[in-house]
């Protein structure tokens, strides 16, 4: 059952400012009844004591190799801070293109489900993300405020999945129980969103002289949704809690739980007129074309869960044991253009008419559900093995996901326009086919960090999936249900090997392979419809250098990738076949920085790209570029201590390179830049701690097409956003 059919929005948008009230009472009422020796009672207030590391220092969970830090692993990878997307403005997963330079954007739509690349290669939403290190679905809105930090590791992943893109992996990481702390935070911004949340956190005794035996940490947030998008007015709401109980010195045991919801119309995207490129300064971006008077909503709602139990038999080795689930349901609605028959007859199955007129239909697909479930359990130690030390970590994942929808409305409603001044018919019919699966998969898996010499160590990795899958068209005639089933049993091996040059500089190399598992479509234009193909396997190499010291983190990387690509091609009587064929080459230098001076310091990435398809069979395919891939970008974050006490200056520049619109290369958008600009003040009052941040992105107003996005055979184009403000203040009580 849909959580709306339990709590209506408006009521937990009540709840969720209710709570925050209650968290701010508590807090009142928790300082009133301090002893006046107690830390709380004192004359000044600071924030709560943290260990505070460097970026080159902090553990990187989803690279699968322990405490291990980043820089000291044979593989690229970065980690955004819960600080850095709030002094950001970042509320959703896409804002982390504007963070990295091999992140990009693979249809960014307002109010949509976020979809990235990274070194090209589009992330498959259903395999390629996870959340405290567990597979998820992210098919839906993920909120982004009881996330503690974003983890993103770049290049194949198949000893940390199963199956996955090869482009790398995005791990959610949840805000756990810490010490003393109660946040709240007012943000307003663009037309007039308003957004309330508050972070709350305690340590309680067990009555036996212990305490910090538990820990609660609550997550609440409301916003009203009124972005400078047009005719996208929403809301959303989060109410997440996680606490832990440490049972012994020996065993910990931590659950959590997230409830969400989001409900705003998505922005379908532009095309280009006919063969034409639209100038992108002749677009207004905060046209919705989506702007029909029965267009409605997308709704997401989410249901998250998990439990860890994690158990120090001696000082080498611990077991652990790690559960989650999660319930989606999604109604997935648009007034959707695709193509154009212009008035003469002539169909443009690709693109918009020239006269800017397009073909609209009522999508709707509603009461999706999509079910995951998922536990690993694992024992991490050490070794000594022939005078070797061996840090292995090994165990076993089981899996299993399902979605279960209902036939779907994709029906010809009229003709609208790329100014949104046409209106067209609604027709909900549910005359569509939909897809129901079902997908089991278990992996064993190893890893081992080996120190050869004081110098030289070794890295090994490899993982072994045994997956089943079925699937069957919905709400089809009788007997047309076309029911496909198959099982594959795939091994991923990793190998790396890096030097210490000496204690601050790292010299590394590795070689690794991923792979993904796919059927042809199950359509009667395919000759082989719900076959499975064969396993593409993507195989990478990687060199690179990493320092790291007070002043300066940094890191340089070549990589190679290889991925089997797969295209439909004709048969004869009609039909195609989906099949393997040549192969999708992503090679690259990535360099990164990580400055630090008084007062100040500056995050820089920067990527060269050379992505093409070679080996096809069709000879007219190869050497060309894929749709959507920008082969430069650079990404700059700065931030200095202003005269001001307490006042910090921060500003933020993105560049990306031309992207190709059409697989021929034919058409591409010219390459763009971004200026973003903030501030930060932090202001005592007495015991308590006002920060406050402003920002303004795209401060040039530059107006230019963001992506163009090639999906369906269809071409889209997204315009960047205009000039945008936002403003918030965090209470820290």
Known sequence: MALSSKLHPLSLNRLALALIAGGVCLHAAAQSAAPADSPSAGGST??????????????????????TPIAKLPMQASIVSSERMTDRGLISLAGLTSLDASVGDAYNSAGYVSYLKIRGFDLDNRFNYRRDGLPINAETAISLYNKSSLEVLKGTSGIQSGTSAPGGLVNFVVKRPTVELTSVTLAASDRGTLDTSMDWSRRFSDGHGNDKAFGLRVNVEAAKLRPQLHDAEGDRWLLAAAGDWRVSRETLVEAEVELSRQSQPSQPGFSLLGSTLPDAKSIDPRTNLNNQSWSQPVVFEGRTASLRVTHQLNADWKLQAHGAIQRLVTDDRLAYPFGCTASDGTYYGSSYCPDGTFDQYDFRSDNEHRNSEALDLSAQGKLDIAGMRHDLTTGVLFSRFRSRLQGQAYNYAGT?????????????????????????????????????????????????????????????????????????SLTTPWLGASYAIDPQLMAYASWGEGVESDVAPNRQEYANKGRALPAIRSKQWEFGLKSGSRAVDWSVNYFDIRKAATRDVDTGGGLVSRMLDGTQHHRGIEAQADLKWTGGGLLASAMKLRARIEGSSDASLNGLKPANVPETSVKLQA???????????????????????LPDNSIGIPSWTRLDLGAKYEQNVGRQLLIWRVGVDNVTDRQAWRESPFQYGHAYLYPLANRTWRASVEWVL
């Open 416 to 488: 609208g326009n790329i100014w949104g001044t046409l209106p067209t018919v609604a027709d909900p019919s549910l005359t569509g086919t939909n897809t129901d699966r079902t997908e089991r998969s278990t992996e064993l898996y190893l890893r081992d960090a080996v120190q050869l010499s004081e110098r030289w160590q070794g890295w090994l990795g490899l993982r072994h999936t045994r997956l089943k899958r079925d699937s069957w068209l919905v709400n089809a005639a009788p007997g047309g249900e076309n029911p496909t089933s198959y099982s594959q």
């Open 46 to 67: 600071a924030l709560p004591g943290v260990v505070v590391k460097g970026a080159s220092e902090v553990p990187l969970t989803v690279g699968g190799f322990g405490d």
């Open 639 to 661: 931030h200095q201590n202003a005269g001001l006490a307490g006042l910090e200056l921060q500003a933020g520049l993105v560049y990306e390179g031309k992207r190709m619109v």
